[in-house]
């Protein structure tokens, strides 16, 4: 069965029919199939990024790619609704990524390459290795999602800093700027960390989670910023069972290797110990500095998002 394909920008109804795809498939698998920085983009409408959406007979969605050609890969999240799948859906949309990821980022621009493509599986679930081993696609990258619980304890940690720096939280519009600035330093060899914009910022201080509270900026002696921690605790989660995500923390490299990171992780979890029950993050499995330092605070692997490119 061959499902009808729309590919271009999202209306409203069309991202309505994918957020509620998403929904399903999180309700069967367990786990959410498509990142926050894809349903962000629902609605996006940009050169490099690529919506394409399946529908059944009766013009439901059942399947859905967004290829994101913004980075120096190509990336893709792709997800076919759990009653639909078997019938080839995700094998047309992996097609469609795989020819879409080809294209210069930027039509009409010589001189360009099609990019290699990327595909995330989270939770890298036995549907996502048959898919992936069946196309001939191999693990290139593991995002590890580690916990750890939060005790009271944590809520009376005050960790010392070296001489002369400094802690204080985020002030919206005013440090923009120079915290967009601070993380592409902090995470140059990042591939999506390392681009977020002011607009990306932005988008998410209007998101419900948002709270300045919780959003952590190191000065350094000299006033400048030299790192920063980000939390993020989703708004209505149950008593006893509630995430505090360490959303992202970033040393800037001038100012590592000096326990900072240490010690702006032990500020995070002061924090997220009065408003959540579980420090939560999500870490490349690559990244040995970052692993260790989350290992010797207390963490341990909880699951694994995986990155599938073609062997
Ligand atoms: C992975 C996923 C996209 C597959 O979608 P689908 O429409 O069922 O896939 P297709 O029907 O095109 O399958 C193509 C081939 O992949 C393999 N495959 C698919 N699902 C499989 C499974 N559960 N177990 C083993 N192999 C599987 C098979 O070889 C299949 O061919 P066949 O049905 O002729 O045997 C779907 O299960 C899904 O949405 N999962 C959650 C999101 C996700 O993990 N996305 C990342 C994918 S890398």
Redesign the pocket.
Known sequence: MAAPLAIGPLDDTAQDGVRALAAA?QAA?GVA?VSEQPLLRLGADEPWLTHAVAHSKHGTVI?YVQVDRGGQDASAE???HPE?????????LLRTAERDARLPQYSGTPGQRGKALR????GD????Q???A??GYVVVRELLFLARPLTADDAGARPALPDGYRVRTFVPGDDDEAWVALNARAFASHPEQGRLTAADLRDRQGEPWFDAAGFFLLEAPDGSLAGSLWTKVEPGQPAGGRDGEVYAVGIDPDHQSRGLGQALTAVGLAHLATVADRAVLYVDGDNTAAVRTYERAGFERAAVDVQ?AQA
């Open positions: 498939a698998d199939p399947g792709l997800v076919v639909h799948r078997r019938q080839g859906v995700g094998r047309l595909v995330w599986a989270h679930t036995a549907a996502a048959g898919f992936a069946a196309a599938y």
